[in-house]
């Protein structure tokens, strides 16, 4: 089939994550980020990385007293304001890549570099740019990727990063996450497959609050990226002001479920009322499932950002068996490179 080296990729997920966690509780490779000696974090990366600089701020927000923001990293080039550092501060700048080499984030990271600045630099490329130039190289290798598509890349890197910021209570829910996933593929692949088949969507949207909204809108690139499809992401409640115009039996949703559960089978029960096939993934899935045309449950022992990984599986397979469906190439997408490098012109 086509895509044969994405979805080899997406599968052997929850098998990256086991051997990066056994990594990890050995004591290997583990760089120790001491996040309580820095007086703010800037996280940054682009594409599908900031979208994982989203999520880890998340994370890393509801763990530590001190300010954290996720930017992408081309803003540090273009808009200087975004990164200035007050006088006398620490900060502790995390860049993201997979490859180590994007553009962007190189002259990011060379810009953010001053005595009062730490970077961390996250690859999963060894002797990448990035890892050379870091002041802390952190290589995430059960990350690495022969595919396009960032899959692997993504879940390996967030997990490594939430597990180094993670308390004890983090890490052991952590460690539950590639049985879950496991049996989340084992259980859920085929109703996702039959789903995306349903008909031809012509328009895809995910919708998530909290944690979980860094999730959709990397779900929402993966819909665009693999099957080359509209598709586009929301706070959960946001939709309702305005976009959701667009909503139709042309539509599928994905809903991530929202922690407040009243509300959130309120907006399925509209959004299913304008006509739209409805896909909700989470802890509460199965309270939909009188509503949803699918509902994919995550575990009831894990947060929303503990299960982010495995709230990303079902939206990356939709991805995947939409581009099929729609006669594309995952492996092949269209306008896209593995590693984004831009030259500076005066023309």
């Known amino acids: 089939m086509t895509g044969k080296t994405t979805w080899g990729e997406l599968v052997s997920q929850p098998d990256a994550w086991e051997h990066l966690l056994a990594r990890l509780d050995a004591g290997r490779d583990v760089p120790t980020l001491a996040l309580g000696?820095?007086?703010?974090v800037l996280i940054l990366g682009s594409g599908t990385s900031y979208y994982l600089a989203l999520a880890v701020a998340d994370w890393v927000s509801r763990r530590i007293?001190?300010?954290?923001?996720?930017?992408?990293?081309?803003?540090?080039?273009?808009?200087?304001?975004?990164?200035?550092?007050?006088?006398?501060?620490?900060?502790?700048?995390?860049?993201?890549?997979?490859?180590?080499?994007?553009?962007?984030?190189?002259?990011?990271?060379?810009?953010?570099?001053?005595?009062?600045?730490?970077?961390?630099?996250?690859?999963?490329?060894?002797?990448?740019?990035?890892?050379?130039?870091?002041?802390?190289?952190?290589?995430?290798?059960?990350?690495?990727?022969?595919?396009?598509?960032?899959l692997r890349s993504f879940?390996?890197?967030?997990?490594?990063?939430?597990?180094?910021?993670?308390?004890?209570?983090?890490?052991?829910?952590?460690?539950?996450?590639?049985?879950?996933?496991?049996?989340?593929?084992?259980?859920?692949?085929?109703?996702?497959?039959?789903?995306?088949?349903?008909?031809?969507?012509?328009?895809?949207?995910?919708?998530?609050?909290?944690?979980?909204?860094?999730?959709?809108?990397?779900a929402s690139l993966k819909a665009q990226e693999m099957s080359i499809s509209t598709s586009e992401a929301y706070h959960s409640l946001e939709y309702r002001h305005g976009p959701m115009a667009t909503a139709g039996h042309d539509t599928l949703l994905t809903l991530f479920c929202p922690p407040d559960t009243a509300l959130g089978l309120s907006l399925a029960?509209?959004?299913?009322?304008?006509?739209?096939?409805?896909?909700?993934?989470?802890?509460?899935?199965?309270?939909?499932?009188?509503?949803?045309?699918?509902?994919?449950p995550?575990?009831?022992?894990?947060?929303?950002?503990?299960?982010?990984?495995?709230?990303?599986?079902?939206?990356?397979?939709l991805a995947f068996e939409t581009a099929l469906h729609n006669g594309k190439d995952p492996d092949a997408p269209k306008n896209l490179n593995k590693v984004v490098i831009l030259e500076r012109s005066d023309a």
């Open 155 to 218: 879940t390996a890197m967030l997990l490594a990063l939430q597990y180094l910021s993670g308390s004890a209570q983090d890490r052991a829910a952590l460690r539950t996450l590639p049985a879950a996933g496991r049996a989340l593929l084992a259980a859920h692949t085929e109703p996702v497959r039959a789903l995306a088949r349903r008909r031809s969507f012509e328009r895809f949207v995910y919708l998530a609050s909290g944690a979980s909204y860094p999730i959709a809108v990397e």
């Open 65 to 150: 007293p001190v300010p954290v923001r996720a930017i992408p990293s081309c803003e540090v080039v273009l808009d200087p304001h975004q990164a200035k550092l007050a006088p006398g501060r620490r900060r502790l700048a995390i860049a993201i890549s997979r490859s180590g080499e994007s553009s962007e984030l190189i002259l990011a990271a060379e810009a953010l570099r001053a005595p009062h600045t730490r970077v961390l630099g996250v690859s999963c490329c060894a002797d990448s740019s990035l890892l050379k130039m870091a002041d802390q190289p952190v290589l995430i290798a059960e990350g690495f990727e022969h595919g396009l598509i960032m």
């Open 298 to 317: 995550t575990p009831p022992g894990l947060d929303d950002g503990q299960a982010s990984l495995l709230s990303l599986l079902p939206a990356q397979i």
């Open 269 to 296: 029960r509209d959004m299913k009322g304008l006509g739209a096939t409805l896909l909700v993934v989470g802890r509460d899935a199965e309270r939909y499932a009188g509503i949803a045309d699918l509902a994919v």
């Open 37 to 40: 000696s820095f007086d703010e």
